[in-house]
Protein backbone atom coordinates (compact mmCIF):
# COMPACT_ATOMS: atom_id res chain seq x y z
CA UNK A 1 0.00 0.00 0.00
CA UNK A 2 1.21 3.25 -1.01
CA UNK A 3 1.15 6.04 1.69
CA UNK A 4 0.62 9.46 0.77
CA UNK A 5 4.43 11.69 1.20
CA UNK A 6 3.62 14.28 3.67
CA UNK A 7 6.03 17.27 3.44
CA UNK A 8 8.25 18.31 6.27
CA UNK A 9 7.12 20.49 8.84
CA UNK A 10 8.05 21.92 12.64
CA UNK A 11 5.92 20.94 15.32
CA UNK A 12 7.09 22.82 18.31
CA UNK A 13 6.50 26.44 17.10
CA UNK A 14 4.67 26.92 20.58
CA UNK A 15 7.35 26.01 22.68
CA UNK A 16 9.78 27.88 20.54
CA UNK A 17 8.09 30.77 20.43
CA UNK A 18 7.69 30.53 24.24
CA UNK A 19 11.25 30.01 24.61
CA UNK A 20 11.93 33.14 22.77
CA UNK A 21 9.83 34.89 25.02
CA UNK A 22 11.34 33.38 28.47
CA UNK A 23 14.70 34.38 27.03
CA UNK A 24 13.50 38.44 27.01
CA UNK A 25 11.90 38.14 30.18
CA UNK A 26 14.74 36.20 31.72
CA UNK A 27 17.23 39.37 32.58
CA UNK A 28 14.24 41.12 34.61
CA UNK A 29 13.50 38.23 36.87
CA UNK A 30 15.29 36.31 39.66
CA UNK A 31 15.00 33.45 38.73
CA UNK A 32 11.51 33.17 38.54
CA UNK A 33 10.59 36.01 40.86
CA UNK A 34 10.40 39.54 39.49
CA UNK A 35 10.39 42.58 41.46
CA UNK A 36 7.68 45.13 41.56
CA UNK A 37 9.44 48.02 40.03
CA UNK A 38 10.42 45.29 36.51
CA UNK A 39 6.67 43.97 36.12
CA UNK A 40 5.49 46.65 33.52
CA UNK A 41 8.94 45.84 31.28
CA UNK A 42 8.31 41.53 31.75
CA UNK A 43 5.18 42.53 30.24
CA UNK A 44 6.25 44.31 27.62
CA UNK A 45 9.22 41.67 27.20
CA UNK A 46 6.58 38.30 27.02
CA UNK A 47 3.84 40.38 25.13
CA UNK A 48 3.55 40.49 21.48
CA UNK A 49 1.09 42.01 19.15
CA UNK A 50 -2.18 39.74 18.54
CA UNK A 51 -1.31 38.03 21.96
CA UNK A 52 -4.85 36.36 23.42
CA UNK A 53 -4.67 37.40 27.24
CA UNK A 54 -5.90 36.41 30.10
CA UNK A 55 -5.90 39.11 33.11
CA UNK A 56 -7.51 36.91 35.84
CA UNK A 57 -10.68 39.15 36.57
CA UNK A 58 -13.12 36.98 38.68
CA UNK A 59 -16.40 37.43 40.27
CA UNK A 60 -14.22 38.34 43.29
CA UNK A 61 -10.58 37.73 42.86
CA UNK A 62 -8.85 40.39 40.86
CA UNK A 63 -5.12 40.74 39.16
CA UNK A 64 -5.54 43.86 40.07
CA UNK A 65 -1.48 45.17 40.14
CA UNK A 66 -0.64 43.09 36.78
CA UNK A 67 -3.74 44.83 35.56
CA UNK A 68 -2.46 48.42 37.07
CA UNK A 69 0.96 47.39 35.02
CA UNK A 70 -0.55 46.47 31.87
CA UNK A 71 -1.91 49.76 31.36
CA UNK A 72 1.76 51.22 31.77
CA UNK A 73 3.53 49.94 28.99
CA UNK A 74 4.08 51.27 25.79
CA UNK A 75 0.99 51.05 23.43
CA UNK A 76 3.65 50.76 20.73
CA UNK A 77 4.94 47.36 21.73
CA UNK A 78 2.09 46.11 23.32
CA UNK A 79 -0.98 46.18 21.11
CA UNK A 80 -3.91 44.66 19.07
CA UNK A 81 -4.44 42.20 22.36
CA UNK A 82 -7.51 39.84 22.54
CA UNK A 83 -8.70 39.65 25.76
CA UNK A 84 -10.16 36.54 27.19
CA UNK A 85 -11.12 36.78 30.84
CA UNK A 86 -13.96 36.19 32.43
CA UNK A 87 -15.10 39.73 34.12
CA UNK A 88 -14.30 43.37 33.12
CA UNK A 89 -13.98 44.44 36.49
CA UNK A 90 -11.74 47.23 37.33
CA UNK A 91 -11.45 50.52 35.48
CA UNK A 92 -7.80 49.07 34.26
CA UNK A 93 -9.57 46.37 32.22
CA UNK A 94 -11.65 49.16 30.35
CA UNK A 95 -8.85 51.46 30.26
CA UNK A 96 -6.29 49.08 28.46
CA UNK A 97 -8.74 49.34 26.02
CA UNK A 98 -9.60 53.09 25.57
CA UNK A 99 -5.63 52.87 24.72
CA UNK A 100 -5.83 51.28 21.73
CA UNK A 101 -3.84 48.22 23.05
CA UNK A 102 -7.36 45.99 22.75
CA UNK A 103 -8.85 45.44 19.70
CA UNK A 104 -11.23 42.27 20.70
CA UNK A 105 -12.71 41.36 24.11
CA UNK A 106 -14.67 37.59 24.72
CA UNK A 107 -16.21 37.57 28.41
CA UNK A 108 -18.66 36.90 31.01
CA UNK A 109 -19.54 39.70 32.94
CA UNK A 110 -19.04 43.28 32.95
CA UNK A 111 -20.40 44.32 36.03
CA UNK A 112 -19.40 47.83 37.31
CA UNK A 113 -17.81 48.60 33.66
CA UNK A 114 -20.59 47.91 31.83
CA UNK A 115 -21.73 51.57 30.97
CA UNK A 116 -18.39 52.40 29.63
CA UNK A 117 -17.88 49.01 27.54
CA UNK A 118 -21.73 49.95 25.77
CA UNK A 119 -19.88 53.04 25.17
CA UNK A 120 -16.67 51.80 23.41
CA UNK A 121 -18.77 49.45 21.52
CA UNK A 122 -21.10 52.01 20.58
CA UNK A 123 -18.17 54.15 18.93
CA UNK A 124 -16.71 51.28 17.44
CA UNK A 125 -13.49 50.85 19.65
CA UNK A 126 -13.85 47.19 20.33
CA UNK A 127 -14.90 44.19 18.96
CA UNK A 128 -17.07 41.36 21.13
CA UNK A 129 -16.48 37.91 19.73
CA UNK A 130 -19.03 36.84 22.48
CA UNK A 131 -20.61 36.85 25.93
CA UNK A 132 -19.81 33.67 27.18
CA UNK A 133 -21.09 32.11 30.61
CA UNK A 134 -18.44 31.46 32.62
CA UNK A 135 -17.86 27.58 31.96
CA UNK A 136 -18.18 28.23 27.69
CA UNK A 137 -15.18 30.58 28.25
CA UNK A 138 -13.44 27.87 30.40
CA UNK A 139 -14.05 25.37 27.53
CA UNK A 140 -12.94 27.90 24.78
CA UNK A 141 -9.64 28.58 26.43
CA UNK A 142 -8.94 24.32 25.81
CA UNK A 143 -10.11 25.10 22.29
CA UNK A 144 -9.76 27.97 20.21
CA UNK A 145 -9.23 31.11 23.16
CA UNK A 146 -6.04 29.34 24.41
CA UNK A 147 -4.64 32.37 26.34
CA UNK A 148 -0.59 33.21 25.05
CA UNK A 149 -0.52 34.86 28.40
CA UNK A 150 -1.75 34.55 31.80
CA UNK A 151 -1.76 37.30 34.83
CA UNK A 152 -3.43 35.40 37.63
CA UNK A 153 -3.73 36.06 41.37
CA UNK A 154 -2.62 33.79 44.64
CA UNK A 155 -2.43 34.14 47.94
CA UNK A 156 1.24 33.00 48.07
CA UNK A 157 3.98 31.72 46.12
CA UNK A 158 7.02 29.47 47.58
CA UNK A 159 10.52 29.97 46.41
CA UNK A 160 10.09 27.55 43.80
CA UNK A 161 7.58 29.18 42.65
CA UNK A 162 4.36 26.91 43.79
CA UNK A 163 0.97 28.80 44.56
CA UNK A 164 -1.60 28.60 47.15
CA UNK A 165 -4.83 30.00 46.27
CA UNK A 166 -6.49 29.83 49.15
CA UNK A 167 -10.06 30.22 49.56
CA UNK A 168 -10.47 32.35 46.55
CA UNK A 169 -8.99 30.07 43.99
CA UNK A 170 -12.00 30.37 41.68
CA UNK A 171 -10.42 30.78 38.17
CA UNK A 172 -7.05 30.08 38.65
CA UNK A 173 -6.86 26.35 37.60
CA UNK A 174 -8.88 26.59 34.32
CA UNK A 175 -6.44 29.50 33.41
CA UNK A 176 -3.59 28.13 34.23
CA UNK A 177 -3.28 24.62 33.03
CA UNK A 178 -5.16 25.79 29.68
CA UNK A 179 -2.08 28.81 29.06
CA UNK A 180 0.63 26.46 30.21
CA UNK A 181 0.43 23.33 28.65
CA UNK A 182 0.03 25.27 24.93
CA UNK A 183 3.13 27.04 25.16
CA UNK A 184 1.96 29.67 27.05
CA UNK A 185 3.15 32.10 29.79
CA UNK A 186 1.68 32.41 33.22
CA UNK A 187 2.65 35.62 35.82
CA UNK A 188 1.41 35.59 38.86
CA UNK A 189 1.17 38.19 41.27
CA UNK A 190 0.96 37.20 45.13
CA UNK A 191 0.37 38.75 48.51
CA UNK A 192 3.35 37.13 49.54
CA UNK A 193 6.17 34.48 49.12
CA UNK A 194 7.07 32.41 51.45
CA UNK A 195 8.94 29.53 52.65
CA UNK A 196 6.70 26.92 52.98
CA UNK A 197 2.42 26.83 51.69
CA UNK A 198 -0.15 25.71 53.53
CA UNK A 199 -1.06 23.45 50.37
CA UNK A 200 0.26 23.54 46.82
CA UNK A 201 -3.17 24.86 44.81
CA UNK A 202 -0.68 25.38 41.31
CA UNK A 203 2.21 23.46 41.08
CA UNK A 204 5.35 25.77 40.14
CA UNK A 205 5.98 23.84 37.06
CA UNK A 206 2.79 25.38 35.54
CA UNK A 207 3.81 28.96 36.74
CA UNK A 208 6.83 30.73 34.48
CA UNK A 209 7.01 34.13 37.06
CA UNK A 210 6.02 35.04 40.22
CA UNK A 211 6.05 38.72 41.70
CA UNK A 212 5.09 39.52 45.02
CA UNK A 213 2.27 42.80 44.74
CA UNK A 214 3.06 45.78 47.01
CA UNK A 215 -0.48 45.38 48.12
CA UNK A 216 -3.06 41.97 48.80
CA UNK A 217 -4.96 41.61 45.50
CA UNK A 218 -8.37 42.75 46.05
CA UNK A 219 -11.63 40.56 46.89
CA UNK A 220 -15.12 41.40 46.07
CA UNK A 221 -17.42 41.25 49.07
CA UNK A 222 -19.74 40.43 45.69
CA UNK A 223 -22.42 37.74 47.86
CA UNK A 224 -22.63 39.81 51.33
CA UNK A 225 -26.40 41.48 51.48
CA UNK A 226 -27.43 43.23 54.28
CA UNK A 227 -30.63 41.72 55.47
CA UNK A 228 -31.34 45.34 56.79
CA UNK A 229 -32.31 46.48 53.43
CA UNK A 230 -34.43 43.10 52.67
CA UNK A 231 -38.03 44.56 51.74
CA UNK A 232 -41.19 43.11 53.20
CA UNK A 233 -42.25 42.61 49.51
CA UNK A 234 -39.01 40.30 49.38
CA UNK A 235 -39.98 38.51 52.52
CA UNK A 236 -43.64 37.91 50.37
CA UNK A 237 -41.72 36.41 47.53
CA UNK A 238 -39.47 34.62 49.37
CA UNK A 239 -42.73 32.90 51.08
CA UNK A 240 -44.42 32.05 47.60
CA UNK A 241 -40.61 30.63 46.84
CA UNK A 242 -40.38 28.08 49.46
CA UNK A 243 -44.07 27.15 49.55
CA UNK A 244 -45.26 27.37 45.98
CA UNK A 245 -41.92 25.50 44.44
CA UNK A 246 -39.42 24.53 47.25
CA UNK A 247 -42.23 22.45 48.98
CA UNK A 248 -44.00 21.21 45.77
CA UNK A 249 -40.96 19.80 44.30
CA UNK A 250 -38.82 18.79 47.32
CA UNK A 251 -35.88 20.78 46.09
CA UNK A 252 -32.99 19.86 48.28
CA UNK A 253 -29.86 20.33 45.25
CA UNK A 254 -30.03 23.80 44.14
CA UNK A 255 -28.28 27.22 43.39
CA UNK A 256 -29.09 30.94 44.48
CA UNK A 257 -28.18 34.01 42.41
CA UNK A 258 -27.19 37.27 43.99
CA UNK A 259 -29.38 39.35 45.51
CA UNK A 260 -31.84 40.04 48.06
CA UNK A 261 -34.25 38.33 46.76
CA UNK A 262 -32.99 34.72 47.21
CA UNK A 263 -31.46 36.18 50.41
CA UNK A 264 -34.86 36.54 52.03
CA UNK A 265 -35.47 32.84 51.23
CA UNK A 266 -32.11 32.13 52.67
CA UNK A 267 -32.96 33.83 55.98
CA UNK A 268 -36.76 32.27 56.19
CA UNK A 269 -35.73 28.83 56.35
CA UNK A 270 -35.09 28.57 59.48
CA UNK A 271 -38.12 30.21 60.33
CA UNK A 272 -40.94 30.22 57.87
CA UNK A 273 -39.50 26.73 56.42
CA UNK A 274 -39.33 25.34 60.11
CA UNK A 275 -42.49 25.84 60.88
CA UNK A 276 -43.64 24.20 57.89
CA UNK A 277 -41.90 20.80 58.32
CA UNK A 278 -39.54 21.03 55.58
CA UNK A 279 -36.03 20.61 57.54
CA UNK A 280 -34.36 17.72 56.01
CA UNK A 281 -36.89 18.53 53.08
CA UNK A 282 -35.52 20.98 51.04
CA UNK A 283 -32.31 22.91 50.73
CA UNK A 284 -29.99 20.27 52.19
CA UNK A 285 -27.20 20.61 49.38
CA UNK A 286 -25.81 23.71 47.60
CA UNK A 287 -23.52 24.88 44.54
CA UNK A 288 -23.01 28.40 46.01
CA UNK A 289 -20.43 30.71 47.27
CA UNK A 290 -20.69 31.41 51.33
CA UNK A 291 -23.62 33.23 51.36
CA UNK A 292 -23.57 35.45 55.11
CA UNK A 293 -27.23 34.89 54.50
CA UNK A 294 -26.73 30.96 54.41
CA UNK A 295 -25.17 31.29 58.17
CA UNK A 296 -28.79 31.20 60.10
CA UNK A 297 -29.73 28.18 57.87
CA UNK A 298 -26.61 26.14 58.19
CA UNK A 299 -27.09 26.89 62.10
CA UNK A 300 -30.41 25.67 62.02
CA UNK A 301 -29.21 22.14 60.46
CA UNK A 302 -30.82 23.09 57.43
CA UNK A 303 -27.68 22.93 55.20
CA UNK A 304 -25.44 19.65 54.99
CA UNK A 305 -22.95 20.67 51.86
CA UNK A 306 -22.02 23.58 49.94
CA UNK A 307 -19.29 23.44 47.18
CA UNK A 308 -18.08 27.24 46.11
CA UNK A 309 -17.43 29.06 42.80
CA UNK A 310 -15.17 31.32 45.57
CA UNK A 311 -15.33 32.45 48.94
CA UNK A 312 -16.47 35.87 50.23
CA UNK A 313 -14.67 38.33 52.37
CA UNK A 314 -15.05 37.98 55.78
CA UNK A 315 -16.91 34.24 55.82
CA UNK A 316 -12.99 32.85 56.24
CA UNK A 317 -13.17 31.83 60.17
CA UNK A 318 -16.91 30.87 59.59
CA UNK A 319 -16.23 28.38 56.83
CA UNK A 320 -12.66 26.81 58.16
CA UNK A 321 -15.11 25.96 61.77
CA UNK A 322 -17.64 24.51 59.17
CA UNK A 323 -15.64 21.41 57.70
CA UNK A 324 -18.99 19.17 57.36
CA UNK A 325 -20.38 21.81 55.59
CA UNK A 326 -17.59 23.00 53.00
CA UNK A 327 -14.80 21.53 51.37
CA UNK A 328 -11.78 21.85 53.40
CA UNK A 329 -7.93 21.21 52.53
CA UNK A 330 -5.88 19.50 55.17
CA UNK A 331 -4.65 23.37 56.02
CA UNK A 332 -7.93 24.03 56.96
CA UNK A 333 -9.19 26.53 54.74
CA UNK A 334 -11.71 25.81 51.77
CA UNK A 335 -10.61 25.54 48.33
CA UNK A 336 -13.46 26.91 45.89
CA UNK A 337 -13.16 26.45 42.23
CA UNK A 338 -15.63 27.93 39.52
CA UNK A 339 -15.43 25.82 36.92
CA UNK A 340 -16.38 22.79 38.92
CA UNK A 341 -19.09 24.61 40.73
CA UNK A 342 -20.23 25.66 37.16
CA UNK A 343 -20.39 21.81 36.34
CA UNK A 344 -22.31 21.11 39.44
CA UNK A 345 -24.16 23.52 39.17
CA UNK A 346 -25.80 22.74 35.97
CA UNK A 347 -25.84 18.89 36.11
CA UNK A 348 -25.92 17.93 39.66
CA UNK A 349 -28.70 20.52 41.18
CA UNK A 350 -32.34 20.13 40.40
CA UNK A 351 -33.14 24.21 40.69
CA UNK A 352 -31.56 27.44 39.79
CA UNK A 353 -33.17 30.35 40.83
CA UNK A 354 -32.21 34.51 40.46
CA UNK A 355 -33.45 37.37 39.32
CA UNK A 356 -33.08 39.50 36.30
CA UNK A 357 -33.44 43.26 34.89
CA UNK A 358 -36.48 42.64 32.01
CA UNK A 359 -38.58 39.42 31.43
CA UNK A 360 -40.54 39.25 27.93
CA UNK A 361 -43.81 37.66 27.37
CA UNK A 362 -42.28 34.22 26.18
CA UNK A 363 -39.66 34.41 28.86
CA UNK A 364 -36.52 35.04 27.61
CA UNK A 365 -34.56 37.50 30.28
CA UNK A 366 -31.62 39.65 30.31
CA UNK A 367 -29.37 42.10 32.49
CA UNK A 368 -28.19 43.29 29.11
CA UNK A 369 -30.08 46.58 28.93
CA UNK A 370 -29.71 50.42 26.97
CA UNK A 371 -26.36 51.61 27.44
CA UNK A 372 -25.80 48.72 29.39
CA UNK A 373 -23.25 45.75 28.39
CA UNK A 374 -23.23 43.77 31.64
CA UNK A 375 -22.94 40.05 30.46
CA UNK A 376 -24.15 37.63 32.52
CA UNK A 377 -21.26 34.86 33.64
CA UNK A 378 -22.94 32.00 35.14
CA UNK A 379 -26.50 32.26 35.10
CA UNK A 380 -27.10 30.61 31.68
CA UNK A 381 -25.33 27.53 32.82
CA UNK A 382 -27.28 27.59 36.08
CA UNK A 383 -30.47 28.53 34.22
CA UNK A 384 -30.47 26.03 31.75
CA UNK A 385 -31.95 22.44 31.69
CA UNK A 386 -28.97 19.86 31.26
CA UNK A 387 -29.93 17.81 28.16
CA UNK A 388 -26.69 15.83 29.02
CA UNK A 389 -27.98 14.80 32.76
CA UNK A 390 -28.81 10.76 33.15
CA UNK A 391 -29.77 10.82 37.04
CA UNK A 392 -33.05 10.78 38.33
CA UNK A 393 -34.30 12.76 41.55
CA UNK A 394 -37.85 13.36 42.51
CA UNK A 395 -38.10 17.23 41.51
CA UNK A 396 -36.40 16.47 38.44
CA UNK A 397 -38.09 13.32 37.09
CA UNK A 398 -41.72 15.56 38.66
CA UNK A 399 -40.78 18.61 36.24
CA UNK A 400 -40.45 16.00 33.40
CA UNK A 401 -43.72 14.70 33.92
CA UNK A 402 -45.29 17.95 33.96
CA UNK A 403 -43.50 19.69 31.06
CA UNK A 404 -44.10 16.66 28.55
CA UNK A 405 -47.25 15.51 29.47
CA UNK A 406 -48.59 12.86 26.37
CA UNK A 407 -44.68 12.69 25.11
CA UNK A 408 -43.49 9.03 24.47
CA UNK A 409 -39.96 9.12 25.66
CA UNK A 410 -40.07 10.12 29.57
CA UNK A 411 -37.29 12.39 30.87
CA UNK A 412 -36.87 14.99 33.33
CA UNK A 413 -36.40 18.85 33.58
CA UNK A 414 -34.32 21.11 35.38
CA UNK A 415 -36.36 23.73 37.03
CA UNK A 416 -35.30 27.47 36.44
CA UNK A 417 -37.25 30.07 38.25
CA UNK A 418 -36.91 33.97 38.27
CA UNK A 419 -37.82 35.80 40.86
CA UNK A 420 -38.48 39.65 40.62
CA UNK A 421 -40.89 42.62 41.80
CA UNK A 422 -42.72 43.64 38.81
CA UNK A 423 -41.01 46.80 39.55
CA UNK A 424 -37.48 47.46 39.33
CA UNK A 425 -35.24 50.62 40.69
CA UNK A 426 -36.45 53.99 39.41
CA UNK A 427 -39.87 52.08 38.78
CA UNK A 428 -38.86 50.45 35.44
CA UNK A 429 -41.18 47.47 34.98
CA UNK A 430 -39.22 44.28 35.23
CA UNK A 431 -41.61 42.72 32.64
CA UNK A 432 -41.57 44.15 28.96
CA UNK A 433 -43.03 43.43 25.27
CA UNK A 434 -39.22 43.55 23.81
CA UNK A 435 -35.70 43.13 25.48
CA UNK A 436 -32.94 45.59 24.87
CA UNK A 437 -30.93 42.81 23.97
CA UNK A 438 -32.66 43.22 20.77
CA UNK A 439 -31.12 47.13 20.34
CA UNK A 440 -27.95 45.76 22.32
CA UNK A 441 -27.41 43.27 19.11
CA UNK A 442 -28.22 45.55 16.61
CA UNK A 443 -25.84 48.57 17.50
CA UNK A 444 -22.94 46.07 18.84
CA UNK A 445 -23.16 43.88 15.58
CA UNK A 446 -23.59 40.72 18.10
CA UNK A 447 -25.10 37.65 15.94
CA UNK A 448 -27.46 37.09 18.65
CA UNK A 449 -29.37 39.40 21.26
CA UNK A 450 -27.57 38.69 24.60
CA UNK A 451 -30.01 36.66 26.47
CA UNK A 452 -29.51 35.47 29.97
CA UNK A 453 -31.84 32.78 29.77
CA UNK A 454 -33.88 31.57 27.29
CA UNK A 455 -38.02 31.27 27.60
CA UNK A 456 -37.65 28.30 27.07
CA UNK A 457 -35.67 26.97 29.69
CA UNK A 458 -37.79 29.28 32.43
CA UNK A 459 -40.78 27.00 34.38
CA UNK A 460 -41.37 29.56 36.76
CA UNK A 461 -41.46 33.11 37.29
CA UNK A 462 -42.16 34.52 41.02
CA UNK A 463 -43.03 38.34 41.76
CA UNK A 464 -45.38 39.68 44.52
CA UNK A 465 -48.59 39.04 42.83
CA UNK A 466 -48.05 34.71 43.22
CA UNK A 467 -46.36 31.98 40.98
CA UNK A 468 -46.17 31.45 37.48
CA UNK A 469 -46.18 27.04 36.79
CA UNK A 470 -44.73 28.07 33.30
CA UNK A 471 -43.94 24.42 32.42
CA UNK A 472 -47.76 23.49 32.66
CA UNK A 473 -48.83 25.91 30.41
CA UNK A 474 -49.62 23.78 26.51
CA UNK A 475 -49.10 26.60 23.96
CA UNK A 476 -47.67 30.09 23.69
CA UNK A 477 -50.81 31.76 24.68
CA UNK A 478 -51.16 30.04 27.95
CA UNK A 479 -47.57 31.19 28.65
CA UNK A 480 -47.98 34.69 27.57
CA UNK A 481 -51.46 34.72 29.78
CA UNK A 482 -49.44 33.28 32.98
CA UNK A 483 -46.82 35.62 32.55
CA UNK A 484 -49.00 38.29 32.51
CA UNK A 485 -50.89 37.53 35.40
CA UNK A 486 -47.76 37.84 37.76
CA UNK A 487 -46.87 40.97 36.08
CA UNK A 488 -48.63 43.37 38.36
CA UNK A 489 -49.40 46.54 37.54
CA UNK A 490 -46.49 47.34 34.71
CA UNK A 491 -48.09 47.48 31.22
CA UNK A 492 -47.48 43.71 30.23
CA UNK A 493 -49.91 43.25 33.29
CA UNK A 494 -52.27 45.21 32.64
CA UNK A 495 -52.68 44.43 29.10
CA UNK A 496 -53.66 40.62 30.35
CA UNK A 497 -56.75 38.78 29.58
CA UNK A 498 -58.47 38.55 32.73
CA UNK A 499 -60.43 35.44 31.86
CA UNK A 500 -57.85 33.76 30.77
CA UNK A 501 -55.94 34.33 33.71
CA UNK A 502 -58.63 33.48 35.57
CA UNK A 503 -58.76 30.07 34.02
CA UNK A 504 -54.92 29.63 34.41
CA UNK A 505 -55.27 29.88 38.21
CA UNK A 506 -58.39 27.65 38.19
CA UNK A 507 -55.91 25.15 36.74
CA UNK A 508 -53.28 25.70 38.93
CA UNK A 509 -50.63 27.38 36.19
CA UNK A 510 -50.84 30.76 38.57
CA UNK A 511 -50.94 30.54 42.25
CA UNK A 512 -51.74 33.86 44.19
CA UNK A 513 -50.58 34.30 47.99
CA UNK A 514 -53.98 33.40 49.11
CA UNK A 515 -54.10 29.99 46.84
CA UNK A 516 -50.76 28.68 48.53
CA UNK A 517 -52.49 29.86 52.19
CA UNK A 518 -50.15 32.96 52.39
CA UNK A 519 -51.56 35.80 54.07
CA UNK A 520 -49.69 38.99 53.07
CA UNK A 521 -50.00 40.39 55.93
CA UNK A 522 -47.95 38.34 57.75
CA UNK A 523 -45.18 38.97 55.20
CA UNK A 524 -42.85 41.01 57.60
CA UNK A 525 -39.22 41.67 58.49
CA UNK A 526 -39.69 39.83 61.98
CA UNK A 527 -39.88 36.33 59.71
CA UNK A 528 -36.30 36.73 58.97
CA UNK A 529 -33.94 34.68 61.22
CA UNK A 530 -31.35 37.97 61.25
CA UNK A 531 -32.60 41.54 60.65
CA UNK A 532 -29.26 43.09 60.09
CA UNK A 533 -25.39 42.49 59.58
CA UNK A 534 -24.41 42.43 63.35
CA UNK A 535 -27.30 39.27 63.71
CA UNK A 536 -25.83 37.60 61.34
CA UNK A 537 -22.14 38.22 63.60
CA UNK A 538 -24.76 36.82 66.09
CA UNK A 539 -25.72 33.81 64.54
CA UNK A 540 -22.00 32.82 63.25
CA UNK A 541 -20.52 32.60 67.39
CA UNK A 542 -18.65 35.64 66.47
CA UNK A 543 -16.87 33.50 63.22
CA UNK A 544 -18.31 35.98 60.48
CA UNK A 545 -15.93 38.80 60.59
CA UNK A 546 -18.08 41.05 57.60
CA UNK A 547 -16.11 44.22 55.76
CA UNK A 548 -16.03 47.46 57.32
CA UNK A 549 -18.37 48.95 54.96
CA UNK A 550 -21.34 46.51 55.70
CA UNK A 551 -20.63 47.65 59.96
CA UNK A 552 -22.69 50.24 61.71
CA UNK A 553 -22.06 49.32 65.02
Known sequence: MNFPAFPAQAWDGRLRNRAQRI????????????????????????????????????????????????????????????????????PEHVDVIERGQVSRIDFSFSGPQAGRLARLVENGKITIGAIHTYLELFARYFVDLTPQVALVAAQAADREGNLYTGANTEDTPAIVEATAFKGGIVI???????DRLPRVDIPADWVDFTVAAPTPHYIEPLFTRDPALISETQVLTAMIAIKGLYAEYGIRRLNHGIGFDTAAIELLLPTYAADLGL??????????NPHPTLIPAI????????????????????????????????????????????????????????????????????????????????????????????????????A??????????????KLVAQIVETFREHMEPA?????????????????????????????????????????????????????????GYTPVGMGR?????????????????????????????DLLAARNIKELVHCSGGLYDPPKKFRNW
Not at 323 to 336: Q, Y
Not at 400 to 413: D, I, T
Open 23 to 90: QRAAPLASGRQVAPERIVALLEAVLEPGDRLCIEGNNQKQADFLARALVQTDPARVRDLHLVQSVLAL
Open 188 to 194: AQVNEIV
Open 279 to 288: KGKICTHWAL
Open 299 to 398: EAGFVQSVHSFGSEVGMERYVSARPDVFFIGADGNMRSNRAFCQAAGHYACDLFIGSTLQIDLDGNSSTATRGRIAGFGGAPNMGADARGRRHASPAWLR
Open 400 to 413: GREARAGKAMPRGQ
Open 431 to 487: FVERLDAWDLAESAGMDLPPVMIYGDDLTHIITEEGIAHLLLCRTADEREQAIRGVA
Open 497 to 525: DRRAVENLRDRGIIRRPEDLGIDPRLATR
